[in-house]
Every structure is written in structure tokens, then in C-alpha cells.
């Protein structure tokens, strides 16, 4: 077959043509994948609530959308076993994470405890670092939160009076998260929290920089 | 003010070569003279610059309101394509001097990744017009940076013996590896001032 | 040449990391570990196996003046195949590797590809070459992946090999990838270029 000679009308018109097909190829792509997209997204929220709430039997409630007092969106995804509220799944969002949001899901139980994490969103945070927060304040690790209560324990990293162990060379990284947690926590109980993290950050100078070359690495582990 | 923050952090603490590992190419093809390493960076700027300005409404009022968004990458990358072309056009005939200069430097931009990268994050990151130009001046400004620090330590190293396989990409990419490990000792200025400045 | 030398060819004599050093931004963005590089080549591996199949197909029908940009624009339909398929029924993958999906359409490995092989040769030809060329790409990414975790974080493909803490941080974080390749190339340079 021999080439298409340049002329004008030839060019538009093969560049045309290829677009417009792949243009329709792409639009039914788009709809077929685009229910798939969506259902992940959500299954993703789902297992998340699950996660933190846990329970056989539980069904999640209608979902109520609050701003949190940092200015951020947040959601209480009430939590329900045999038409009685069990605890409270609530998703919230630290501005202070290293490289930007953090957004994580929380279940309280109806005293107010902490019934369990899920990260959904670290992606921001140094991986090996900071992107260490999906376990390391799970119970029996080194920063277990799971069990306390915002309104009872002070839940800020113990560098700044608070009970918790940060994660090692990754203070701002602790702070954001525990700040996430006290949005939650805020959220739900109505009122207006300021956090170690939205304080702390912005006062101390930030003496810990979280990434570092190995040796500082070694050294932070050394000194703790 | 966060304008200030939001330079700094694009120029030195995230670096677009340096941390974020886009426009390497042009980083490891164009590098070996300063001079042309920042000629290069300019021309990164001037095309980075107007292709968001064009992209961004583009993206907003075409693509959004027709629920077209899929078609974001082939849209984005045929523009950036066109004005490329145009650019050079243009360049050509209003200020010879400038193109001259920039001129062979225009064709690789098309196929620089900074340019689509930066047109895709001002959406990722839900960015206003202004935020967007600011964004993307900062970025190139970084990419320039690091171009022309490089291209210095390069023509050292070009002159230095160096071991027979190590010559050439691989001792280039370990230098680029201290680079990018001195450029982490930004990190965290951002915060500190943000703090600093008590935002 | 037959299809198994095309193949091949793409995985060493023209291993695209290796030697033609093309596509080095995902080859450095995506390996903080092992998975990730290979996750990322396989979705290269994709587009190139596609775009070289069609572009192949419709050589003829191109005026040469035009060319690159109907390259580009078959290219791009397929990337963004590729993004939505990753986002429907991968999206963990799709949250790891990002910008650097969309931004497959800028490497120059598939452009490359197309222009200087399914330009000239038979369909199925082409689509050889894309899987000698996504193979060598992916293997050289999941290379590199798995060394910066191995040495970084003490594990590879997630299975720990020993204890976290020993292990070097900054393989993980990004000095580390520019030194990892620059190693591995010069190894490679040792083993192929006889000086």
C-alpha cells in the first residue's frame, strides 16, 4: 500500500480521523469503566469504615458531612447494630502532613474511645518515614493509640508532653497524624480543637527534619 | 504570602528533577555546557508558563462542563504540541535573536515531561489560576536551577578520569545522585518558614 | 529476524534502561521498590505492545508531515486506557505510580518505538518488538526497584530479608535512585562494551 501523499486535505483529514476514533474508543472506555471507578472508590471508604468499627453484623448509617475546625471537610459515618448506634466512623484530614494532606479514618466507640485507624490517604509522607503511619499506632506497636480517648488522654508525641512515641525521625509526620485524630475526634464531639500539630509545627523550629541522609537516620535512632 | 512558601517549596524543597524525577531527559541530555543548560531552563519557563495558562481553561471550560475528562492527556499533549510549533513560529519571525538562542531547544520540549506533568498537577492539586502561573514559574525555575547547577559540576567531571565503565551516563548519574542528596537538605525549610513567618 | 530474536533483541542488545537510556523519569520515579517497578513497566509494556500493533497497521494511511502527531495521538488514547482500567479494577496501582501514568505519553521509549521500528516493519512485528522492549524495561525497572528496597528498607518484593533498621534510608528516597542506576549501568556497561 503506498503512502498517503502530504497534502493538506490528507493531513487534516487522517489526524481528524484518528482522533475521533480514538475519541470514541476512549468515551466507551470511560463508560464502561467509569461504574468500576466508583465502586472501588467507595468499597475502598467501606472497608475502611469497617475496619475502624468493628463488628459482626454492624451496617453503616447515612453519612454526615462537617467542616472540621482546621477548615477541612470531614464525614461521620454513623455506626449501627440492631437499630442502636455502636460508634462512629469518622473521616478527617491533617493540612500538616511533610509533603501536604493526610486523610484518615477513625472509629470512636460511643464513650469516645478509639476503636481503630485506617490511613486512606499518606501518599505525601516519606516512604520508609513518615508513610510508616498505616502501622505504627496500631495496637501493640510502638505508638498505640487504639483504646484511648481523645477527651481522657493527651494524645500528642511525647516530645511534646503528650503519650504517644512518634514515629522514629518522622515527628511532623506523628504530629499531622495525631492532628487528624483530634479533627476527628473535634468533629464528632462538636468542639473546636486545637492540636499539638497546628501549634507545634508552627512554633518550634523544625528541629527534627524528617527525611536525612542514612546517618542522621542512625543518629536519631541512636539518641532515642 | 503562601506564594512565598509555595516558590521556595516548588524551587529547592521539591525540586521537579531533583525530587520529583521529571524532565530527567533534557536533565542528562542538555547538560553538559552551563550555558546552554540555562538557555534550556528558559525555554522550559516560557513554554511551561504558557502552556498552563492555556490548559487550565481549556480544562475547566471544555472539558469539565462536556464531562469530557478522559480526554485530558490526548488533549493536553496535542496542545502542548501545537504551541511548541507556535512558539517557534512566532519566535522565528518577531525575535530572531531569542530563537536563535531557545530554537533547537523547542522540538524537546514537546516530549519533556515537566510540561504535561506540571499542566496535570495544577488540576491534581486543585489549584486557582493564580496558583497555577505561580506553580509553574517556581517549577521551572527549579528545573533551570538544577539544569545549570548540574552542567557545572558536569564540566568537572568531564575533564577528570574517571573509570572506563563509569564514564559518561553512569558517573553523570551518581553526581545527579549527590545533587538530589543535597537538595534534601531543604527539606523542611517549608515548615519551618511557614512558621517563621507565622502562617 | 524472527520473533523470538525481536524479542530478544528489545530485552538485551536494545534493553531500553540499560543501553538506550530512554524513559529515565519512571525508571527513577517508580522503583522505590521492587513491586512498583514492576508495576509500572508492565503498564508500558502495554501501551507499547498496542500502540506499536496499530501504529503499524495504519502506517500507510499517515502522511509523513503529520505523523508524529497521529503517533501521538494513538499513543495518548492508550495511556488513558490503560489509567482507566488501573483506576476501575487496580487502584491501589493506580495510587502508586500516579502522574507517572499519564505521563507514559511523554516517554520517549513509545514514541521511540514507533517511529524508528512499527514505522517500518509488520504488525506483528511491531507488537514483538513492543514486548521486547516493555520486557526489558520492566525487568530493568523491577532490577533497580528491587535493589533500592533491598538495600533501603531490608526487603524485597515485601518480604523482609533482614532487620528495617539496618538498612540505608536514602536507597528509598531519591539520591538513592540516581546512584542505584548509575551503578547498575556502569555494571551493565562492564558486561556488554568490550573496551
Redesign the interface.
Known amino acids: ?7 493538506l486535505k ?2 487534516v483529514l ?2 481528524t480521523a ?2 475521533v476514533v ?2 470514541c ?3 466507551y ?2 463508560s464502561i ?1 467509569d461504574a ?2 466508583k465502586a ?2 467507595d468499597a ?1 471508604q467501606q472497608k475502611a469504615i469497617t475496619d475502624v468499627v468493628p463488628g459482626e453484623g454492624n451496617t453503616v448509617g447515612e453519612e454526615v458531612k462537617k467542616v472540621a475546625a482546621n477548615g477541612t471537610d470531614a464525614s461521620i459515618f454513623p455506626v449501627m447494630n440492631g437499630g442502636k448506634v455502636v460508634g462512629h466512623a469518622v473521616k478527617a484530614i491533617s493540612k500538616n502532613g511533610f ?1 501536604g494532606n493526610i486523610t484518615v479514618m477513625i472509629g470512636f466507640d460511643v464513650e469516645g474511645n478509639i476503636l481503630g485507624y485506617s490511613v486512606l490517604d499518606c ?1 505525601n509522607e ?4 513518615g508513610a510508616k503511619m498505616p502501622d505504627w499506632f496500631q495496637k501493640g506497636q510502638k505508638g498505640d493509640v487504639i483504646g484511648k480517648n481523645p477527651a481522657k488522654n493527651n494524645l500528642t508525641v511525647s516530645k511534646d508532653g503528650g503519650e504517644v512515641d512518634a514515629i522514629t525521625a518522622a515527628t ?1 509526620s506523628s504530629r499531622a497524624f495525631l492532628d487528624a485524630l483530634a479533627q476527628a475526634a473535634g468533629v464528632l464531639t462538636g468542639a473546636d480543637v486545637a492540636t499539638s500539630a497546628s501549634k507545634q ?6 528541629s527534627a ?6 546517618d542522621s ?1 542512625a543518629q536519631q ?1 541512636l539518641t532515642e | 504570602m503562601s506564594y512565598i512558601i509555595m516558590i521556595i517549596t516548588a524551587i529547592f524543597v521539591n525540586n521537579i528533577v531533583l525530587a520529583q524525577f521529571l524532565g530527567i531527559c533534557p536533565f542528562l541530555g542538555v547538560s553538559k555546557k552551563v550555558d546552554t543548560a540555562g538557555w534550556m531552563g528558559l525555554a522550559v519557563l516560557f513554554v511551561m508558563l504558557i502552556a498552563t495558562l492555556v490548559t487550565y481553561p481549556i480544562y475547566y471550560g471544555l472539558l469539565v462542563p462536556y464531562g469530557l475528562g478522559f480526554m485530558q492527556t490526548i488533549v493536553y499533549i496535542l496542545v502542548i504540541a501545537a504551541l511548541v510549533q507556535m512558539v517557534e513560529i512566532i519566535l522565528k519571525k518577531s525575535m530572531p535573536a531569542l530563537y536563535s538562542a531557545l530554537g533547537v531547544f523547542l522540538p524537546l520540549i514537546t516530549t519533556n515531561c515537566t510540561i504535561l506533568g506540571v499542566a496535570i498537577n495544577v488540576i491534581n492539586f486543585e489549584y486557582n489560576l493564580g496558583q497555577s502561573v505561580v506553580y509553574s514559574i517556581a517549577t521551572a525555575l527549579g528545573f533551570t536551577l538544577a539544569m545549570v547547577l548540574f552542567a557545572g559540576i558536569r564540566e568537572q567531571t568531564a575533564i577528570t578520569k574517571t573509570p572506563k565503565a563509569m564514564e559518561g551516563t553512569p558517573i553523570a548519574l551518581i553526581t545527579a545522585g549527590l545533587l538530589a542528596m543535597a537538595f534534601m537538605g531543604f527539606s523542611g525549610v517549608d515548615k519551618g518558614l511557614s512558621a517563621a513567618l507565622g502562617l | 529476524m524472527s520473533k523470538l530474536g525481536i524479542i530478544i533483541n528489545g530485552l538485551i542488545k536494545e534493553n531500553p534502561t540499560f543501553v538506550l537510556l530512554l524513559g529515565m523519569c519512571p525508571t527513577l520515579g517508580t522503583t522505590s521498590s521492587a513491586i512498583n517497578g514492576m508495576s509500572m513497566g508492565l503498564a508500558t509494556m502495554a501501551v507499547l505492545i498496542c500502540s506499536n500493533f496499530v501504529i503499524s497497521c495504519i502506517k500507510s494511511l499517515i502522511p509523513d508531515k503529520v505523523h508524529i502527531p497521529c503517533y501521538i495521538v494513538v499513543i495518548a488514547g492508550f495511556v488513558t486506557v490503560v489509567q482507566l482500567l488501573l483506576k476501575a479494577y487496580a487502584p491501589a496501582v493506580d495510587e502508586k505510580l500516579g502522574l507517572f501514568i499519564p505521563l507514559i505519553v511523554v516517554n520517549c521509549i513509545v514514541l521511540g518505538r514507533a517511529e524508528s521500528f512499527a514505522a517500518k516493519n509488520s504488525p506483528l512485528d511491531s507488537a514483538c518488538d513492543g514486548i521486547g522492549i516493555g520486557l526489558g524495561f520492566t525487568v530493568a525497572l523491577t532490577v533497580i526497584g528491587l535493589c533500592r528496597e533491598l538495600l533501603g528498607a531490608g526487603t524485597a518484593f515485601d518480604v523482609a530479608i533482614y532487620p528495617e533498621q539496618f538498612g540505608a534510608l536514602t536507597f528509598v528516597l531519591a539520591p538513592g535512585a540516581f546512584i542505584t542506576l548509575g551503578f547498575l549501568v556502569a555494571i551493565f556497561n562492564k558486561f556488554t562494551k568490550k573496551a
Open positions: 500500500m503506498a503512502k498517503l501523499e502530504n497534502s490528507n493531513m487522517s489526524l484518528i482522533t480514538v475519541g474508543l476512549l468515551g472506555v470511560a469503566t468500576p471507578i472501588a472508590a475502598k509533603g501518599s516519606t516512604p520508609g518515614l511532623i509545627n508552627k512554633e518550634e523550629e523544625v527534619n524528617e527525611p536525612c541522609a542514612a537516620c535512632c
